[in-house]
């Protein structure tokens, strides 16, 4: 069983800047990437950032430029800096650890205030 803890989620204003942070632990054998989906109301879910086990990145166009993700192998741990933050980046931002199959964190609020 593979559990992942988000944490870094709040209220911001737009332009401001915010820090997610995914930890891994448990059975973990092997990872072939981990990275971040966002849902906004109403909307379905997007990915908005993956990070290969090779550090190969992908990220979605409405964030680059603007997000950058980040990982740390020691400690199984991603990282999302987003900056110059859009109201339109409000949503749940959930975390995922693609292995044999893909895990999911229980998801962190977003807000950018206007």
């Known amino acids: 069983q593979v559990q992942l803890v988000e944490s870094g989620g709040g209220l911001v204003q737009a332009g401001g800047s915010l820090r997610l942070s995914c930890a891994a632990s448990?059975?973990?054998?092997?990872?072939?990437?981990m990275g971040w989906f966002r849902q906004a109301p109403g909307k379905q879910r997007e990915l908005v950032a993956a990070?290969?086990?090779?550090?190969?990145?992908n990220y979605a166009d409405c964030v680059k430029g603007r997000f950058t993700i980040s990982r740390d192998n020691a400690k199984n741990t991603v990282y999302l800096q987003m900056n110059s933050l859009k109201p339109e980046d409000t949503a749940v931002y959930y975390c995922f650890l693609s292995s044999h199959i893909v895990y999911w964190g229980q998801g962190t609020q977003v807000t950018v205030s206007s």
């Open positions: 990070i290969a086990s090779g550090s190969s990145t």
């Open positions: 448990g059975s973990i054998f092997s990872i072939n990437g």
